[in-house]
């Protein structure tokens, strides 16, 4: 009988996709003794936004929530996404900076840390995998799904061959856009299992409707581990429901290792959570819905509402359907990128930026010169070079690898700009991620403990 393997990711992607991550911990805290009595095979609880997001609108330390988790679920492997030489952040960083941050995650409670790079360059894994590895943790290694003329299936085992020699424990197809059909999932699994002798894990998302059939026939060509998010918090923009496959793949003989009454609790338990949502609009009900538009305009459900808030800032609602037509176009120029964070927003932005100017590359931001620069690593396909030579005007394009062109130093000054503010390395790492987020939220940290010592001497002197 054979085995597939879970992945909950109700406390990381499932809320992100539904609920911009703003999941407090308070929140869930309540259940994750539960959750650690599932039988899962990881719990994914960590890194994407959640750092950003614990930081900027909850006012949480986000190594002190990984810490709680930890102590409330010693019996599952806890999973992070990290995003390769970005960590958690949207541009490179140097190499001693992703080797702190992979030991300090692994310190705080880490077990599994799965990295991908939006480009799916190797260079820009290899330094967060090898670090992964000495600390004592899984890597597993992320391959970013999309297609094009240059994302072929041999394109994607060269990938793999490459991940496997690097040292990772497990592979990751991780098809961010739900647009894996169930036909390329069999082939594709089926083709990374000739390839390495690793663990397939399955991650998709609901966006398109393909996603139960996707995952049953990456199931049937040999995948072993699936994401999926408990049924409150299932569906849409999300994983699908991990009590639904349960039943599906025992029905057919497969054995899940999970425990129904845990499950049934967890899901008692989030209906509520998920129903307050909605109900204060933090869950809007569009993001529960099938979205088939990523078929034909490669757009994940994300980066789509993302178009559309830009465009309603703007006054520009009308310019929707060119900016859907252009995004395709700009993702050619830039040499076919996969839709993933960051590049997601750099093709998005573009895109509106040529339909507003009424010509294309007129305004360019930053991120977009950055990008042609070769900042965020090789491109799958070349930059189409009159695009680059537009954008770029004198400037050269960067040769080799960007980390090796940034300063050594960047921890040491970070400690030094913070000085007793800090009062750690993972405060220092923090900082350094997210500069004036994290300011704001030490200055807060402080004043709330100095009122809770003001009030705490003034309840004895009563």
């Known amino acids: 009988m054979k085995n597939v393997q879970f992945t909950e990711t109700v406390l990381r992607d499932a809320n992100q996709s539904l609920i911009a991550t703003r999941l407090p911990f308070e929140k869930f805290e309540p259940i994750l003794e539960t959750i650690d009595r599932a039988g899962f095979y990881s719990v994914e609880c960590w890194g994407g936004a959640t750092f950003d997001v614990c930081l900027r609108f909850l006012g949480e330390d986000p190594w002190e929530r990984l810490r709680k988790i930890r102590a409330k679920m010693p019996n599952t492997k806890l999973q992070m996404l990290l995003r390769g030489q970005n960590l958690l952040?949207?541009?490179?960083?140097?190499?001693?900076?992703?080797?702190?941050?992979?030991?300090?995650?692994?310190?705080?409670?880490?077990?599994?840390?799965?990295?991908?790079?939006?480009?799916?360059?190797?260079?820009?894994?290899?330094?967060?995998?090898?670090?992964?590895?000495?600390?004592?943790?899984?890597?597993?290694?992320?391959?970013?799904?999309?297609?094009?003329p240059v994302h072929t299936l041999d394109k994607y085992v060269t990938m793999a061959k490459e991940l496997r020699q690097m040292g990772v424990s497990s592979l990751c197809i991780k098809d961010m856009a739900g647009i894996l059909s169930p036909k390329s999932a069999y082939d594709l699994v089926s083709a990374l299992k000739d390839a390495v002798d690793l663990p397939i894990v399955m991650h998709t998302h609901c966006t398109t409707g393909l996603a139960f059939m996707t995952y049953l026939k990456a199931i049937e060509a040999g995948a072993d581990v699936i994401d999926?998010?408990?049924?409150?918090?299932?569906?849409?923009?999300?994983?699908?429901?991990?009590?639904?496959?349960?039943?599906?793949?025992?029905?057919?003989?497969?054995?899940?290792?999970?425990?129904?009454?845990?499950?049934?609790?967890?899901?008692?338990?989030?209906?509520?959570?998920?129903?307050?949502?909605?109900?204060?609009?933090?869950?809007?009900?569009?993001?529960?819905?099938?979205?088939?538009?990523?078929?034909?305009?490669?757009?994940?459900?994300?980066?789509?509402?993302?178009?559309?808030?830009?465009l309603k800032m703007l006054g520009a609602l009308d310019k929707f359907d060119e900016a859907l037509l252009e995004t395709p176009r700009v993702r050619k120029d830039m040499g076919y990128p996969p839709l993933v964070t960051p590049t997601s927003q750099l093709v998005g932005t573009q895109a509106v930026q040529n339909v507003l100017a009424g010509e294309r590359y007129k305004n360019v931001g930053a991120e977009i010169k950055a990008y042609c620069r070769?900042?965020?690593?090789?491109?799958?396909?070349?930059?189409d070079p009159e695009v680059r030579a537009k954008i770029l005007g004198s400037d050269k394009p960067i040769e080799g690898r960007y980390a090796d062109t940034l300063p050594k130093d960047i921890y040491e000054?970070?400690?030094?700009?913070?000085?007793?503010?800090?009062?750690?390395?993972?405060?220092?790492?923090?900082?350094?991620?997210?500069?004036?987020?994290?300011?704001?939220?030490?200055?807060?940290?402080?004043?709330?403990?100095?009122?809770v010592c003001k009030y705490s001497i003034v309840s004895v002197e009563e």
């Open 413 to 451: 000054k970070a400690a030094k700009e913070l000085g007793d503010t800090a009062r750690s390395e993972e405060d220092v790492l923090s900082y350094i991620a997210f500069p004036q987020v994290a300011e704001k939220f030490f200055a807060e940290r402080k004043a709330k403990e100095e009122r």
């Open 89 to 148: 952040g949207y541009k490179h960083y140097s190499d001693d900076v992703v080797r702190r941050f992979v030991r300090a995650s692994v310190r705080n409670g880490i077990d599994i840390i799965r990295m991908f790079d939006a480009l799916n360059d190797i260079d820009n894994l290899k330094v967060a995998v090898e670090e992964t590895v000495k600390s004592g943790a899984m890597a597993s290694g992320a391959i970013s799904y999309t297609t094009s």
């Open 374 to 383: 070769g900042e965020y690593g090789k491109t799958p396909a070349p930059i």
């Open 228 to 310: 999926t998010a408990i049924s409150p918090f299932s569906g849409g923009t999300s994983q699908p429901a991990t009590e639904t496959l349960d039943y599906t793949l025992r029905e057919m003989g497969y054995e899940t290792g999970l425990n129904g009454d845990a499950l049934l609790k967890m899901a008692d338990f989030f209906k509520p959570v998920r129903n307050d949502a909605i109900a204060d609009g933090t869950l809007n009900p569009i993001s529960l819905t099938t979205d088939t538009q990523c078929l034909t305009y490669q757009i994940p459900g994300g980066m789509l509402s993302n178009l559309l808030s830009q």
